[in-house]
Structure formats: C-alpha cells, structure tokens
C-alpha cells in the first residue's frame, strides 16, 4: 500500500472528511515519525510496532566490483520491531 493508496481508503471510511485534510493528516502523522526518529527518539504505535534509531560503527568495507577496501563511515539506520498484535495477526489462519 502506498501513502496515496492509504489517504484514499481512510477517506472513503470518513466521507465526513474532506480528502486535503485526510492528506495533511497523513503527511503529518508521517513527517512527525520522521523529526522524531532525527532526534533519537523511540517512536511506539501500540498494537503496530516500534520505531527506533540503531546505530552502525565505521568499518572497513568491500568494493564487490573490484573487491578493494573501502573505509565505510558510521552510520543511523531507521529499524521497525513489529508489536505483537500485528505479528498474531499475520501468523494466524483465515
């Protein structure tokens, strides 16, 4: 599902909501997640899952085209951790 797809069906359940503000709602549930993750925040949607920041050490790397070294610099990664709620209802038989 893409972030258009996901405007569009909450607005077909909320008809009492003009589709624009369904958008900036969206937009701002996201961008929020996104300054929250950038200050090292933990960001949890019970029932979902958690958003959190890891961080990755420099390294030395390899080039897989020449097989050279290459100095790779350290580095943040966004990481997800389902909750439980979504991971039983992804496991379970329907």
Same mark, same amino acid.
């Given at each position: 599902?893409?972030?258009?797809?996901?405007?569009? !069906? /909450?607005?077909?359940?909320? @008809? #009492?909501?003009? #589709?624009? =503000?369904? %958008? *900036?709602?969206?937009?701002?549930?996201?961008? %929020? /997640?996104? $300054?929250?993750?950038? !200050?090292?925040?933990?960001?949890?949607? *019970?029932? +979902?899952?958690? +958003?959190?920041?890891?961080?990755? =050490?420099? !390294?030395?790397? &390899?080039? @897989? &085209?020449?097989?050279?070294? $290459?100095?790779? =610099?350290?580095? #943040? /990664?966004?990481?997800?951790?389902?909750?439980?709620?979504? !991971?039983? *209802?992804?496991?379970? =038989?329907?």
């Amino acid at each position: 599902m893409t972030k258009s797809e996901l405007i569009q !069906r /909450i607005a077909e359940l909320n @008809p #009492h909501l003009y #589709h624009r =503000d369904v %958008e *900036r709602i969206v937009s701002t549930v996201f961008d %929020e /997640i996104g $300054v929250a993750l950038s !200050r090292g925040d933990r960001v949890e949607l *019970r029932g +979902f899952g958690a +958003f959190s920041v890891k961080h990755r =050490d420099a !390294r030395v790397g &390899r080039n @897989p &085209r020449t097989g050279t070294a $290459v100095q790779v =610099d350290e580095k #943040h /990664i966004p990481f997800f951790k389902t909750g439980k709620l979504l !991971r039983d *209802r992804l496991n379970t =038989d329907t």
